[in-house]
Every structure is written in structure tokens, then in C-alpha cells.
């Protein structure tokens, strides 16, 4: 626990020594927060560190044991979200709250629409989201449904819904997980913005390059506590790292990430190659190899079309156009489980849309694609579930209760491990990665990291797909760029430079490609 | 981190009754928290076995053979049709046809058996063919609902009001419009036989319902059920045939009504397509609702349904035999199932 000396007055913000228990066990055991007015706070700390409880309390979600919260210098209690609103603190969530199917000035106004002799003043409120938005800079049709746009056209929306609520505290968790760098350059300038009209934001992020571009101070957590507060220029990176997962600073120097040495595979068998593959507009024309125990890793800006490449791959989808074989077969997946059946593994982009089964437990969601085999004429043989859950649980280091705990209540972390154990149950072959450590705390990455490499040195195949470039980098064994649907530069990890990468994904440049597309 | 050691080595030294005790007031402290996900677990009993102790208490003549019986075998064919819609609710889905396939089954097997169709000598025969054909045609609908919902992704409410329109429709076409009444003993078994003096459709829905609940908790084929309720598209990247398990719920759905079917019309010795089955699809998925069944799939307690049915029956039993009228008995159960569904969204664990 840190005091801040400055800390005294003409603070937003002043959140005490806060507490909170679920079911007698501390969420938050001593958390502390000062935002001062017009900054930007980081507020960063492992998964199960306390952020989002703190949030919680702070929005009205929860009720606090003790502690003392102050909003512009006033004690601040509100009982639910909505009142907190009302009150200046606006939250922007990591999957968007806002209507997708009403439009963009239905959801700035919603919850303060405008009346006219009782009914609702259409031209106002379109005039009232127009001025809001182009606070921003943002022109928009704000009659049409809001999930017409991309996610961060909605992000900006939902700033500017925080705005209209004249909010001088906006909440950020993880506003840029599914932003590309232009989107992301976007919302930053809005953040600028803000701060000059003096609002705060609390930013809320797993990527620490970001925290450096756009905050002033940052608040780290552990464990239910603050354990630092400190200007953002005055921390290193690699300080931040280790006040977040408690390690001595040495420990984590070296690798930013944590996939370790390369072993050599360029002479190993292709266990996958497609050709010329295409279906709609994300692919159109994108080849690529796996070998046997080899990292290959997709980059691309957002939209590149490496997602829909997996998915044909997993037979997902359906390709209009090209071919793939699998250890020299040529294979032609109609469904996922063609794809299973032929030994590959899945992890998808989104968890919770198409990873997770919520209410089932640890056990039956590591066992949900292993069913066939662990049944005999029909009937789940429930010993054997437990002690291939039993043996995950241990090998990832999933944390848990056990086998019987549902899955819902596990962290991203250790969500993402179940689902790893999903796959890798099956002694797959090839293994696809659809951003494997997205929103997981920087601890858990690095586990899952070291896993993936671990199991490719042991021979299985794999294909990853990363936003964050320094994953790519040092993870991959080769990387394949992919720009607008076709596959432009295919790059050996260990000698391609960052430059190369870059350019590659930017312009499609030929300059080290060995396939491009036109 | 030290006290973690200290509390098991406690625990360990505890007497039985003591440490009993602890763990009961550790409890304690967290209901406040999880009052609703308590009540959403055992709410259902807690309410069933209120109402027997009311029911002990001020009803006259409650606690006979003949009490339980009657409400027995008015429960029994609303729980075999909740069997089916328990599992189509558990994929997330829901099945409003069920009344209507009781009519058609109802109204196609006294045919059969009383000869209209084809003539067949033996009656034994006849009234197994009846049985038989009729229990699987209704399942057959089933099959065609499923393919409605499965193939052609139309909503399961709207999938489902197509036979709930029609069905009815059909059975009367069939009978044209003509009450069919029968005294056929080789058939009416299923629901006057009292083997041991139990009632025969009561040791079929018992039966059923240990058949169900084994196979949703223990079979593959159970879990495929939930895994598709909880999460269709996870489910489909795992490889599980999210169409096949559709399609077999909705098939099981309607095995389930033309069954219960088959049993209205043996205690009526007469099958009018009209009558039979009329609001049974509201019954069962009240009954679902109210043991605990998430409506939006993903978890489903075939036990739960039981109670439900029984709790809801023994609503009506009460106002009826304590001089309410059954139309006032409509608005408790209507208020039964608004609770239970509120216990449900208010579940926080």
C-alpha cells in the first residue's frame, strides 16, 4: 500500500481502503484509487486482481464492506449503474452495452430522451446525438441502427453517450481489445478530448504500450490490493510487470513474451498446406503450409481475413475456391466435426460466443468434444471425464475448485486453459489459435505461451493468429501476413525484422514475399 | 496466506457435531448473498412440501390412498408431455405443438383399433398396432418440427405454432369432427389398470422419469442436450451434430404427447379432438418453468419438472377441495409460475 503524497486535495476521485467479500472471501482486501480531474488513470492488475470489483463498487454494482469513496470531494454511494450515470460516471464495457438494432440516437439518448408536449422530439434528439458525436469529429447517420457500424464507431458512440450524460468520470474496460491501430489512434485523440474538456477516464487495459501512449498516472492491483500508484513516465515497463504479478524485476527481463527459444523444424514434414483458398469477400486468395511441430502464425491488420481462414479450415465455412490437404490428403472439411475428425483443434477468437458452455462445469467442458470417446454406447463414462479433467486441471495449472466448478465463474485465464484442454484432450494434430491470450492478464499469458511452444516441440502443428505483433514475432516459426483476403509474404520468424512484417501488412509489399497474391 | 493452514488444522481437530455446526453457520453467512440461487434449487420442494403440510393441516380426508391417486393420475399426463418439453426447453428451444399431437394420437389409435382404417381380427393386435402407429406418427411430427427448427433455423415458437394450428385441425379433419367413443378394456389399461393398486399411467411416468433424468445426467445424448441449450455455436466448433440433437428433442417431444395422448383417451373411454390435449402445452411448460429449467436451455431438471407438475396439481387440489373455483385456481397458477421465473432471473450464482 502506497500513499501518495501529492494526494491531498482537488482529487475526482479518492477512493479509501476499500473492501469487499463475496461469500466470506475478500474480492478486495485493501484497494485505493485517486484520479485528479482531466487525466487519463490506468488502473491495470492481473485477472482476479480486484479492477472490476473495484468498478463494480464504484458503478453501484456491488456495495462495499468498508472504505471510503469520494466523488469531488462528497462521499459517493450509489445503488445502481444507471445512477451513477446520472451522477457523472459513465462506463464504457468491454463488450459494448449499448442496442444494436435501435439507432445511433436512440442509444445516446436513451434514458434522457426528449419530450415534446409528451411525445418524443425526434429532430432534437437526432440534433442533440449529432452535436455529441462531432464533439469528436465523428459524422455518422445517427438514424441508422447503431450495429450497422464497427465496433469502434460504436465505442465512440457509447463515449458519447458517457458525454451527453455530462459525465466527468468515464470508465474504460478494455476499450481497445477489438480495435485495429487506425481505430485504436481514433479513440485516443477522443481521449484527448475528453481530457481537455476536463473529463477523466480510468483506462482499463492488458496492453501496456497503449497505457504509456495515452495515460497520465496508473494505479496498479493485486490480489484485492493497490499496490502502487505513480505517474506513468516515472515506471518502467518492466516495473509495472513485475508490481503486477509480484516478481522481482529481474525475473521477467529478457523475452517480452514468453514462448522461449525456437527449435529448428524447417525440414519437418507439412502436415497442412492450402492453396489459393477463397470464400466471399474476407478471403480471397490466401496458401499457406504447417509443418509437423511448428508455429505458424497469421498477421494482419483487422480485416485481413485471418479469422475467416481458420474457419474454412476448420470447416467452419465452406470455401468457394482453392484446396487443402492434410498429411498429403486432400481434405474438404463440410462441418467442424470433419475438421475434429481429421485432428484439428479450434480455439476461438471469442470465448464466450463460441468457446465457453457457461453453465457446465470445468470437467464437461474439457470433455464436451472428447464425448464420443470417453462414452460407451452412449453413456458418459463420468471417472474417466473426471480424471482427464484432473489431469488438465494440473498440467495447465487451471485454477478451480475442481472439476465440478462451473465455468462461468473461472477467470478469462483460466476459461482460455479449459478450452486449450478442450482440444488438446483430443491428441490433435494441428491446433488453431484465434488470439489465444486476448484479454487474459499478463501472467496467464505467459503460461499459455510457454504451453504453446512446449506442444509444438512435442510435434503438434500450429496455427496462430495474434494481433499483437511481438506474439507473432517471437512466437511464430513462420509467419504468413495476410492483407485484405490474400496471403502476401510468408517470413521465417527468426530472421523476419518487425519492419518486414510491418510493411508487409501494410502495403502487401513484395519485397520479401515468396507467394503473393497479384 | 497463513490462516488458510490454521483453518484446516482446526476443522480436522473439531468434533463431528461442532464442525457440522460451522460449516451449517459459514452457510449461513453466505444465504444473504444467494437467497434466490437457494431458492431456485430447492424452491420448488420447499413449496410442494408447504403445501402438504397445509393440506394436512386443514383439508379433510388429505392423507388417503384415494387423494394421492386422483392427483396421480391428473399430474401423470402433464408430466409425460414436460418430459419432451423439458428437453426441448434444455436446447433452447420450445415446443407449443404438444396439445395438438395429443389430439391427433387420440384420435387416430381408436380408429385403428376399433377397425375403421383396416380391419384386424384380433384385438390384441389391433390395440398394439393402434398404440404403436399412433405414438409414432405424433413422434413423427415431432421429427417435422425439429426439421423446421434445425434445417431451416425458423424460431422454435413460431416452428412449433404451425403443428399447434394445424394439429388440431388434422385430428378433427380425421374424425370429422365425431366424438369416438369405445369401452375396450384391451386398451384403456394404460390409464384404468391399477397393478399393486397403482394406477398403470403413474408406473409409466415413473418410469419415464427415470429414464429421463438418467439420460440427461448420465448419456452423451444429455449432454449433447445442454451443451446445445448453453451454447449452440460452441457446441457446433466441438464437433457435436447440434441438427441430430435438435431434431431428436422435438421427436422425443412428440412421442411424449402422443403417449399422454393415448393415455387421456382410455380414462375418458373416448377421444374427442376437440377437447383432448387443450392447453396442455401452457401445463407442461409451466411445470418446466416452474422446476427450474433455465427457459433460455443450457440446464434442465427432469426431477425438477416432476415437482413442478406435482406443485402446480397440488395448487389446484387445495383451492378445489378448501371451495375456490378452478377459475380462481388459474390466477394462483398463474402466480406460481411469475415467482418461479422471478426466483430464476434473480439467481445471482
Redesign the interface.
Known sequence: MSQDPEATGGLLLDMRSVQKK???IPALADASLQVRPAEVHALIGQNGAGKSTLIKVLTGYHRKDAGVVLFEGRPFEVASPHQAQVSGISTIYQEINLVPLRSVTENICLGREKRRYGLLDWSAMHEEAERLLSRFSIRLDVRRPLGDFNTATQQMVAIARATGFSARLVIMDEPTSSLDDREVAVLFDVIRQMKSDGISVIFVSHKLDELYRICDRVTIMRDGRTVRSAKMQEIGKLDLVASMLGRDAAAVEGHATAFGARDHVGKAEIMFSSQELAAGQAVRKVSFQIRKGEIAAFAGLLGAGRTETARLV?G?DRPKAGEMSIEGRPYLPA???DA??AGMG?C?EDRK????????TVA?NIT??L??KI?RN???D?ARQREIAERFIRDLGIKCSGPGQKVR?LSGGNQQKVLLA?WLAMDPKLLILDEPTRGIDVGAKGEIQRLIRRLADEGLGVLMISSELEEVMEGADTIFVLREGVSVASLEGESASEEEVLAAMAHGSAETAENAGE | MRQWPMVAQKRQRTPVSESAKQSVA?RG??RG??IYGLLSRYGTLIALLVLVAFNLAFTTNFATMQTLNVNLTQVCTIVIVAIGMTMVIATGGIDLSVGSLMAISGALAPMIFMGKILPIGNIYVAVAVAMVVSIIVAGLLGVFNGWLVARFRIQPIVATLVLFIAGRGIAQVMTNGNLQTFRVPEFQWIGLARPFGIPAQVIIMAVLVVIAAWAIN????G??I??VG??E?????????VSRVKLAVYAISGLCAGLAGLVVIAINSSSDANLVGLGMELDAIAAVAVGGT?LSG??ASIIGTLLGALTIQLVRYTLLANGVPDAAALVVKAGIIAAAVWIQQNRT?
Request: no cysteine.
Open positions: 463475496f461469500a466470506g476448420f467452419a462441418r467442424p466435426a475434429i475428425a479450434f476461438t460466443a463460441e468457446g465457453i458452455v457457461p453453465e457446465m464437461e464436451l468434444a464425448l464420443p462414452s452412449g453413456i458418459v463420468e465463474e478442450r | 459459514a453467512s453466505r448473498f444467494d448420465r448419456t452423451t445424448f449432454r449433447n445442454l451443451a448453453g451454447n455455436t460452441a457446441s457446433h466448433l466441438a464437433g457435436i451434430p433455465l443450457g440446464r450464482a
